[in-house]
C-alpha cells in the first residue's frame, strides 16, 4: 500500500444527516461538517426519506463549501473524494454520491464509495492510531447491531447480529413511548441519568442462547408493557418516567456488553472497536471500559462527534482505500441494503 492521499473530501449522506469533511493524510481531520435535518423530521417523529433527499439536494454544496473552507483546503487541491454508497435511503445517498461524482470528475481525481460501517470502524482507527486489525468491532446504531472480527487483509466476519430492531431503533422506540420526543436515543440517556437502572425488571433478550445475535424488539414491548400497566392506575410520574428509562438503558447496554465480551474471549483478541451513534451512550462506554479492565482487553470509543454519522469517517476510509489504489469510477452507484465486506461497487473499477 502506498501513503495515504494528503487531502480527502468525504460526503456521508445516508439518512438524515448533510456531512462532509476534510482529513488529511488518512489520519488528521481538517474538518468535520454535519448538518442535521431534526426540524423537518420531527412534525413525524421519525425520518421521512423523500423529505430528507430533497433537503440534502439543497443543502449538500454548502456543507462540502463549509468543510474546505474550515479546512483551509482551496478545492483545486484535493487528492480523492470518498463518499457513502451504501447501505441507507436511496435518495439520500445518490445526492451525496452525485455530488462526490462530479466533484472527482471535475477535479480528475479518485472516486471511491464507502460502505457506511467500514466507515464507522475507521472513526475508531482515526481516533486511536494503535487499533490495527485484526480485532472485534461492535457496531451499535440506529440500523444496525452487529459484533465482526476485522481482519486485516480479509472481509470482515460477521460474528453475530440483530434479529429484529436495531439497538438505536429500540432506543428511539422507548424515547418515543416515553414521551421524549425525536431524536430519542441522546434524550433518552439523560433521562436515565436521574433514574435507578435496577427499578423495573426487564428481560435480557437471548442471553440464555449460544452464539452473538441480538433481539431488541422483545425489549421494547416489555417497557411498553409496563407503561400501560402502570398508566393504568395513574398517570406516570417524573420520577417513575427516569426509573423506566435507567432500567431500559440497562437492558440493552448489559446485553450489549456480555455479548461483546463472550466474542473477545472466543476470538482470543485484545481489542474491541465500538461504533455508531449509540457508542456516544456513557453507560455503555463506562460499562465496557470496565469489562476490558477485568478480562484484559482494550475498548477503543471514537469522540462522541465521531460516533455518529459524520464524514471524516467516510474521508478516514476512502484516504486508505486510494491509498490501495481503488478508483470506483463515474458508474458508482448506491445501495440501499448490502452487507459489510460484500460491496457490489468494488469491482466497478475504472471510469
Ligand atoms: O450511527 P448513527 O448516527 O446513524 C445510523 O447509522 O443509524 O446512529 C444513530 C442512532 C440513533 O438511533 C440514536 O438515537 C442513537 O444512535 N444514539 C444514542 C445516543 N446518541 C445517539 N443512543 C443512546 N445513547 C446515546 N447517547
Ligand atoms: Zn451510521
Redesign the pocket.
Known sequence: MSEAPALVLGIES??D?MAASVVRNGREVLSSCVQGQEEVHRPYGGVVPELASRDHARSVSQVAARALEEAGVAVEALDGVAVTAGPGLVGSLLVGLSFGKALAYRLGVPLVGIH?LQG?LAAAELADPQLMPPYVGLVV????TALYRIEADDAPVLLGETRDD?V??A??KVAALLGLGF????A??REAEGGDPGAVALPRPLLDRPGFDFSYSGLKTAVAVELERRAARSPLSARERRDLAASFQAAAVDVLVARARAAVAETGLAQLAVV???A???RLRESLAEAGARDGFRAVFPPAAL???NAAMIAAAGAREIARGTHHGFALNSFSRVPLGEAPWAGDAGG
Open positions: 445516508s439518512c444527516e457506511h464507522h446504531s440506529g440500523g444496525h436495531a438505536g431503533e432506543f428511539d431524536p430519542g436515543g441522546p433518552l440517556a455508531g451513534g449509540v456516544a451512550n456513557r460516533c455518529t454519522d
